[in-house]
């Protein structure tokens, strides 16, 4: 990208795009008070540009994050694949991760109930593979002839344009209700999984069933998995509509604050392989795109790892830009006859032909490949290539045959010869037919915190729909799946209670709960809220905030003003921030500083310093306080209805907590403070 950056700053005069310098801050006119002249080139150009400044948003996808980094193999993996990047130990391939939601609009926000992508791109020595998958592994539909459907269902509906970026509302349920393959990703998108943290701590998938190809022609079937290194976590849906009002730019922030402060996000690449002769040993289709591999059944072997280290230096250039295509493969990797893959691959040169209005998107220079491009497509809009020569055709004499076709010998593409053998015919295979027991091993593997959450997030999105014939068919949908999810829904969404027409074998999986997922021995990156008003024990609020940063945490000094407090650098208030935008809060001592916090004030008009406490409370965040700090934590939740004990709350002297905290907050969330169902 280095020879197209423009620094601004370095240019000492403003020019037109044709080189001339200008001065194009005021137009010209005919006196000053007079018309302005059709004859003003600086006008026109500027205006004509400005109108043309935005291209058509992604139809889904629309609103993402990128950044830059590296992958580095773990081994030579030829014994898998004939890929260049995976042929060596420690070999680093350049990339670009972009993550999005899928339903919103660009200007929706981040922290919406959502599944969201995960898609990034190698740039190879042999050519570009972009791994365009999700955060959660199945898919909705098994067909992309359904894809239109669905996202008709679930985006705005179309009479009143409404609700922005997310499925809670008639159309949604009533598609899901109608079409069962989709409740296995529907259940891990109610889930804690759809509403995630931050863009560091999700798994990646590549959802569908791909080939890896040795050079000697040997496949296997894999799925890809990403491993993220900083851990698993997700939010609850209340902290989730909170923050979108608060900061709806919440995950973008957080990823561009992480990759500044060095705190590089990982992720660890992974394969499920999966070898030819055990193609249908499964209960399941491997080609279905609704369906996932038990890890409990086959193991995720790590390749490598991959490690964002750079941002963007212009968000439209690189991040809206880049035209990401599962098709982008190299050798090695190869496509399978999964229905919906086979779909993309039309679907994402299409749809990119329409956004960016020419053939020659790839030349635009983040989607340039590292090596050189030599063909004979020519032309078109916007061509920024010259070719020399008469010769655009093959084969041809003039140019001795040149550019020439690649055998496998000279780098040429392994087509994988898979034997193709049926009738022309419309609809799908048996194997194909299976719509809840996948739906059935997630719910049994959530903890009751998981279950309960994904109930409260149904009773939300259901109880949207106005029909009470919605509501009841889709709830004999999840009676197919479990009937005590069933009832547990019903009752909150007013339609009567289903008995239970299947029986639930108890099936789990070992890796499919964020609660269950390994927990990493660091707080870096964790955000801290350090409550402090006139008053505040300056000692404890420095100590603690000095521990946190020695730690790699981010603390923050929450005051009554912007500015200098007694000492204190106050950048945050209890009006511009709440508890939603951390991970914890700390509460110093100092009883001047807890009568103010405790004051009727237009400071804080809603009582915001103890609906900082209230919350972190009720969204089971850790909490520390130190000296009157303790008293001012038991002020704020004494009159809570749902207070249940102090696991992850610390409270002490400031000397004797710091240890503790720093353990409550590896553990991020304390579920046992929310309330659970009673039987139903």
Known sequence: MGEFTINPATSEFETTNFGQRVNNSESLKAGLRGPTLMEDFMLREKIMHFDHERIPERVVHARGVGAYGYFESFADWSNLTAAGFLSEAGKKTPTFTRFSTVLGNKGSADTVRDDRGFATRFYTEEGLFDLVGNIIPPFFVQDAIKFPDLIHAAKMEPNTDTPQAGTAHETSYDFFAEFPETLHTVMWVLSPRGIPPNFRQVEGFGIHTFRLVTAEGKPVFVKFHWKPMQGLSNLLWDEAQKIAGKNSDFHRTDLYTAINKGDYPEWELGVQIIPEEDEFKFDFDLLDPTKLVPEDLVPVTKLGRLVLNRNVENFFSETEQITMHPGHIVNGIGITDDPLLQGRLFSYLDTQLNRMSSANFMQLPINRPLNQVTNNQRDGFMQSNTYKGNVAYFPNGLNNNKPDVASHANGGYIEYPERVDGRKERGRAPSFWDFYSQAQLYWNSLTPAEQQQTVDGFRFEVGKSKSIDVRKRFVDRLNQIDNNLARRVAYGVGVPLPEKVVENPGQTDS??????????????????????????????????????????????????????????????????????????????????????????????????????????????????????????????????????????????????????????????????????????
């Open 511 to 680: 890796h499919l709960s964020i609660q269950k997922y390994p927990k990493v021995d660091t707080i870096r990156t964790r955000k801290v809220a350090i409550l402090t008003a006139p008053g505040t024990n300056q000692e404890e609020a420095k100590a603690m905030y000095d521990y946190l940063t020695s730690q790699g945490a981010y603390p923050a000094y929450i005051g009554v003003h912007q500015g200098e407090q007694e000492g204190l650098p106050i950048d945050h208030t209890y009006i511009t921030d709440s508890s939603v935008l951390y991970d914890a809060i700390y509460v110093p001592g100092g009883a001047e500083g807890i009568k103010f916090l405790t004051e009727t004030t237009a400071l804080f008009p809603m009582d915001e310093p103890k609906v900082f406490v209230m919350d972190a409370y009720r969204h089971g965040k850790p909490i520390a306080a130190s000296s009157e700090g303790t008293q001012f934590f038991q002020m704020a939740v004494e009159g809570m209805t749902h207070y249940n004990g102090t696991e992850g709350v610390i409270l002490g002297p400031e000397q004797n907590i710091e240890q503790d905290f720093r353990e409550a907050l590896i553990t991020q969330r304390f579920w046992s403070r929310l309330p659970l169902d009673k039987d139903i």
